[in-house]
């Protein structure tokens, strides 16, 4: 039975069903056309009337694979092993990721924002690229249709290969906006906390179950694959990528990364279609293996200044946990994460076989002889993005190369490099020359069969990730059935009850949370300073309500006069200081390194380390990366202030803090001072007011140590978890891993039970 779809500047989309079998869906201007054989229907994505193995959706996804590879050129397989850069729905002009439209910008074409751009057409045609990263998309409607026309591009080529879409996390929450809005990202996802959120539940169940519904929404926006989740063990507070995993503690993240993974790559029922794969299931990219979160000095290493991660507590194996026990040891019938990204990161002097130190995806030891041989992987590995290209700018320049450790090599050295470790694929890489000229490496010393088998190798694990979710048989959308996945009231709900489960209250003095409804609140305004965000691009002065004022007026009364109100409510973010790195410490002849801190107050750095661990011997780096002495003053220490000046303007009423957390923080600054601190990391302003209304009693624990002061921060060891001296509040309270308060006490469940440390 076959019918047809097509919308205004959409291709023709034909439709056939098999009995007991997958709906074929293909481009009818694709020149594929349908085979029967025995009674059922097949794409000849070859389009040459033969039904291949391939092509057979009979077989097992690994012979249909193995097949496939063998019919692939070395052009075609070195174009599947790209990773293409961000790719932006529509490409606009004013955005990170511009392109043109028939050699026009988006905005002086005519183009649909689900068009594709020449740059998409000429890496898809031209490159045989098949990986695309999406970043932003105008709604569920634009992603299905810019999918389809991207699709059957792909099919119209060779060997018919669709491409396999994919995105970073896109579930995280827009604050001010209500739960129920549904309309605060560019696709209109459903809203979940951050994945440091997650880990606070200490609830697999929640993570799991957001891997459900986040994979349901993917789907019909056409992504296939989530380069999630971040299993990186943040064991340094300072690292600035804490926020996206799941907190310190190697048993919590190991739990939540099996549970995320399964969610995401686990079809059931009709949707499955083998081993627990099928049309519901979404590839999970893990990272960043074998960890990033020992980075020196808390220093991260998408920035030159923090390629190495160190190991001073010799706890190199504790990071791999989340990896080898949680990722690649799924509980659903998938068995393991399809794919694994490594870090930037140099992993310092942990090379056992070869006594390298370069990045980790250029590690033959850690690649080959530890992921794949020791501990049996056998899916894809995707390097992180850009390290194959040259490092240009500061030390603390974010979009640049980052070929660490490697940085003599050439491109294409760089490339063979990566393939000689063990790597199949290369991310943020839409051209395909530099992949060719490594084969031609590798031909040269190991011989054209040798390379050859190489190649395939590594083709055979990439379509499998393709294969298995359906997409030969059906890679098309159809728009209305996306915009009713898309936001569903029910994922809507979950995910707002995810939101709930994850904030932590902190400090609650004489029990004065919840507040009655209705009482009068006094709100400061925020301000910040000009700064500069985290690509290096600047950022204007800002004096303005951190809150939506309109939510905050269905729960109380607000007031702009601190006399009438009945308390203060003061809403406040982790200590921000920047990178490590600064280039006016390096232009005025010191080494550049500066402290990284977590209070708001000016820091000098009396206990950092005299000689840094790690350093770079080239005469064009710094081998000695010690910033001690020095001294960093944080950008939003205005907030601080608001705080204390709160404090004095309420005379005596009580004052809220409602902290949102990226880091842990030293919160001695102002804790004595205030009667309660409510955490969160990352939820709609709905939720903080459904808390402190006392319409949602609090559960939420802390996913992580809150220091006493920044003397342990620099005394603990980047590679340890939990072994700082942490805050001890006006009530007696530790803020210590798996801390949290309800109404009523100090929480003690089956989850601290699980998980808190013992002392």
């Known amino acids: ?64 694979a193995k097949d496939l590879a063998m019919r692939m050129s070395i052009e075609e397989i070195a174009g599947l092993m790209l990773y293409s850069r961000h790719q932006a729905i529509p490409a606009a002009s004013d955005g990170w990721f511009a392109g043109t439209y028939g050699g026009k910008s988006y905005e002086e074409s005519s183009a649909k924002p689900w068009d594709l751009t020449d740059e998409q057409i000429a890496f898809l045609t031209e490159d045989h690229l098949r990986h695309v990263l999406i970043t932003t998309v105008e709604n569920p409607e634009t992603a299905a249709r810019w999918n389809n026309k991207l699709q059957a591009v792909a099919e119209g080529t060779s060997l018919g290969i669709p491409a396999n879409n994919s995105s970073d996390p896109r579930h995280g929450s827009d604050a001010s906006s209500e739960f129920n809005a549904g309309a605060g990202t560019a696709s209109r996802v459903s809203f979940w906390p951050e994945t440091l959120g997650l880990a606070a539940t200490f609830d697999p169940e929640v993570t799991r179950e957001f891997g459900e519904v986040a994979s349901k929404e993917y789907r019909a926006l056409g992504m296939t694959t989530a380069l999630s989740p971040q299993i990186d063990i943040a064991t340094d507070p300072r690292w600035f990528r804490f926020n996206g995993t799941f907190g310190e503690d190697s048993r919590l993240s190991t739990d939540m990364a099996r549970a995320y993974v399964d969610g995401f790559q686990t079809s059931e029922g009709e949707q499955e279609l083998e081993d627990g794969w099928g049309m519901d299931s979404v590839n999970a990219m893990v990272k960043h293996w074998p960890g990033g979160g020992s980075g020196e000095g808390g220093r991260d290493a998408h920035f030159a200044c923090g390629k190495y991660a160190i190991y001073p507590g010799n706890n190199f194996e504790e990071h791999l946990k989340s990896f080898v026990d949680g990722a690649f040891r799924l509980e659903g019938k998938t068995s393991k994460a399809s794919a694994v990204m490594p870090y930037y990161t140099i992993s310092f002097d942990q090379d056992q076989v070869n006594g390298e130190n370069v990045g980790n995806s250029y590690s033959s030891y850690l690649i080959t002889d530890l992921l794949r041989k020791q501990y049996g992987y056998d899916g894809v590995v995707c390097t992180d993005w850009l390290i194959t290209a040259n490092e240009e700018g500061s030390k603390d320049t974010f979009l640049t190369g980052k070929s660490w450790g490697v940085e003599h090599l050439t491109v294409a050295e760089r490339h063979y490099k990566l393939l000689m470790a063990g790597v199949d694929q290369f991310g943020g890489n839409n051209e395909v020359g530099p992949v060719l000229e490594a084969y031609q490496l590798g031909v040269s010393e190991h011989g054209e069969a040798y390379m050859r088998n190489r190649f395939e190798q590594s083709a055979v694990r990439l379509l499998l990730n393709v294969f298995r979710l359906g997409l030969f048989e059906n890679p098309y959308l159809q728009s209305e059935e996306s915009e009713k996945i898309v936001c569903h009231p029910e994922f809507v709900k979950a995910g707002y009850e995810a939101q709930l489960k994850s904030v932590v209250l902190l400090k609650n003095k004489g029990q004065m949370l919840p507040m009655q409804p209705k009482s009068k609140v006094y709100i400061p305004k925020r301000y910040l300073p000009v700064g500069k965000d985290w690509f290096g691009m600047p950022t204007p002065e800002k004096l303005e309500h951190p809150v939506n004022l309109d939510v905050v007026a269905k729960y109380f009364d607000i007031t702009d006069d601190p006399d009438e109100a009945d308390f203060g409510l003061v809403f406040i973010q982790s200590p921000k200081s920047g990178a490590g790195y600064s280039q006016e410490d390096a232009d005025n002849g010191g080494n550049g390194y500066v402290p990284i801190s977590l209070q708001y107050k000016s820091y000098t750095a009396e206990h950092a380390r005299e000689q840094s661990i790690a350093g770079d011997p080239r005469e064009t780096d710094v081998l000695n990366r010690s910033y001690k002495g020095k001294t960093v003053t944080t950008h939003n220490s205005h907030d601080l202030d608001m705080v204390l000046e709160t404090k004095e303007m309420m005379k005596g009423k009580p004052v809220v803090v409602s902290i949102l957390l990226s880091n842990p923080m030293v919160v001695a600054e102002f804790e004595a001072e205030v009667d309660a601190i409510v955490a969160n990391f990352g939820v709609q302003d709905q939720a903080i007011m459904d808390v402190l209304s006392g319409a949602y009693e609090p559960s939420g624990l802390l996913p992580m140590q809150m220091p006493a002061d920044m003397r342990t921060v620099e005394e603990q060891l980047e590679d340890v978890a939990h072994d700082m001296e942490c805050h001890v509040d006006s009530e007696g309270h530790i803020y210590d891993f798996a801390f949290g308060l309800n109404w009523s006490s100090v929480i003690e469940d089956s989850r601290t039970a699980k998980y808190r440390k013992t002392r």
């Not at 779809?5 to 056939?16: D, F, H, R, T």
């Not at 007991?20 to 009674?39: F, M």
């Not at 070859?46 to 012979?63: F, H, Q």
Request: avoid cysteine; proline fraction near 5%; aromatic fraction near 10%.
């Open 1 to 64: 039975m076959s019918t047809q779809e097509k919308n205004a500047g959409q291709p023709l989309i034909e439709y056939v069903r098999n009995e007991g079998g997958p709906t074929l869906g293909y481009s009818a201007l694709s020149g594929v056309r349908i085979i029967e054989q025995d009674g059922s229907f097949f794409k000849n994505l070859s389009k040459d009337g033969v039904l291949k193995p391939y092509e057979d959706w009979r077989l097992s996804a690994e012979e249909r």
